[in-house]
Nanobody, 124 residues
């Protein structure tokens, strides 16, 4: 069973940047699509970005397109989310997610397991 641990969250001013990381345990990280979701207070969890298991395809929510970049390092079993030009409305708990299907890219992204989340707060 792959465990996912996010890090890199924090407090940043509007216009600033943060890079989130998601460290995955186990040796099968590289064969699963991975994604990021977020949940703001009082709102439903929403999709942010996803990347295929080979890293050749990426998908973004319209709200973050052009500002956020998802990437992965399969040798380090780590998923990243580079967030630039942050806005107060990006404030949320950000969750790493793993697809349940190996060697398959599904769109919309399917979630098989979640990390525990990391808080991102953007001040105006």
């Amino acid at each position: 069973q792959v465990q996912l641990v996010e890090s890199g969250g924090g407090l940043v001013q509007a216009g600033g940047s943060l890079r989130l990381s998601c460290a995955a345990s186990g040796r099968t990280f590289s064969i699963y699509d991975m994604g990021w979701f977020r949940q703001a207070p009082g709102k439903e969890r929403e999709f942010v970005a996803a990347i295929s298991w080979r890293g050749s395809s990426t998908y973004y929510a319209d709200s973050v397109k052009g500002r956020f970049t998802i990437s992965r390092d399969n040798a380090k079993n780590t998923l990243y989310l580079q967030m630039n030009s942050l806005k107060p409305e990006d404030t949320a708990v950000y969750y790493c997610a793993k697809s349940p299907d190996a060697y398959v890219t599904n769109w919309p992204f399917k979630v098989g397991s979640w990390g525990q989340g990391t808080q991102v707060t953007v001040s105006s």
